[in-house]
């Protein structure tokens, strides 16, 4: 664990500190209101109402099951990209492209100079720490996937592209900073497949940390990590949140090879199933990434986000990490 960083924060964290990795699934409510929102039939401040209301659900959710660093669950927003393009200057938002399997969003379309004219996730963090006993994570997208996952009719490449984001997110990040956020995360889920710009990757990330007091995670997932690893290192982030089990553990066989040197947020529930592990296949799971990475570098989370499951299924995941990690301390 990144642990002089950590204290030098005032951050006093057990051993292997539980989270997940940043979304909850919406309740049905929240569901038919950003309905109605759309429709003109609920107003803006009435929506933002029902999200505050299922943002102190799981908020008390993880009190309630003892875990150590908070995430707000981002029930404000819909998805990753479209949510950030649209509280920044120089896009427009296109129509419905598939993410994944049933899952769409509304890819933003960068038309002119990407400007952060102001805080965008600011309040709803403020709002989730406000009313937590612990720590909550800020939750930000990053410049690469921000770049990968939009259309560019502005900037002359890819890379260009993916530094003016780098600087609009930097302000976003100093903006947390100064609210009082000390663990921030910047999710880079498109770097595990265009494995030819990880210099890229590395430049805007580092753009956006450089001389930044946060200790900073990035959430990798679903991708040929053997294209990328052991150079994904040098991502001058403090701690990967990855994906494990649902590629079956093999990345632990890159880092056999290779060892791992940053704290390792390690994903022991598979988000992309409807079935509930057990606390005992959780528990071994979690064991066998102990045998090849030092115990003080781990953390416990679930493979991504769990906004694509049921509450109930959810929960039921989120109990299971804790029962299991309280049995391996």
Request: charged share 30%; hydrophobic share 35%.
């Amino acid at each position: 664990m990144s642990q002089e960083k950590l204290e030098n924060l005032g951050l006093d964290l057990p051993d292997l500190p539980l989270t997940t990795v940043g979304s909850f699934p919406k309740p049905p409510e929240l569901k038919e209101a950003r309905k109605q929102n759309r429709e003109g039939d609920l107003s803006d401040d009435d929506l933002d109402e029902q999200a505050r209301e299922a943002t102190r659900f799981w908020l008390d959710k993880q009190y309630e099951l003892d875990y150590d660093i908070y995430v707000d669950g981002e029930q404000y927003r819909g998805d990753m990209a479209t949510y950030f393009a649209e509280n920044l200057q120089g896009f427009e938002i296109g129509g419905l492209v598939r993410s994944y399997g049933n899952r769409y969003y509304r890819k933003p379309i960068v038309v002119d100079e990407i400007v952060w004219e102001e805080p965008i996730t600011v309040d709803w963090w403020r709002f989730a720490q406000d009313y937590a006993d612990r720590p909550v994570k800020g939750m930000l997208t990053g410049p690469y996937t921000m770049m990968d996952w939009t259309f560019n009719e502005h900037y002359p490449s890819r890379a260009e592209t993916a530094r003016a984001f780098a600087a609009a997110i930097r302000s976003e990040v100093e903006a947390l900073i100064e609210a009082g956020c000390k663990i921030i995360q910047i999710d880079e889920p498109a770097c595990s497949v265009r494995h030819d710009e990880m210099e890229l990757v590395k430049e805007v990330v580092g753009q956006v940390v450089e001389g930044q007091d946060a200790y900073f995670i990035s959430h990798i997932c679903y991708g040929e990590f053997e294209k990328i690893y052991p150079d994904m290192l040098e991502i001058p982030v403090d701690n990967f949140d990855l994906e494990f089990t649902n590629s079956d553990l093999y990345l632990l066989d890159l880092f056999r090879d290779d060892p791992f040197t940053k704290d390792l947020s390690f994903g022991a529930v598979d988000v992309h199933n409807h079935r509930v592990e057990s606390r005992e296949v959780v528990r071994e799971l979690i064991e066998k990434v102990l045998d090849v990475v030092p115990r003080e570098q781990i953390w416990i989370s679930p493979d991504c986000g769990l906004k694509t499951r049921t509450v109930n299924e959810a929960l039921g995941k989120m109990e299971v990490l804790a029962e299991a990690t309280r049995e391996l301390r």
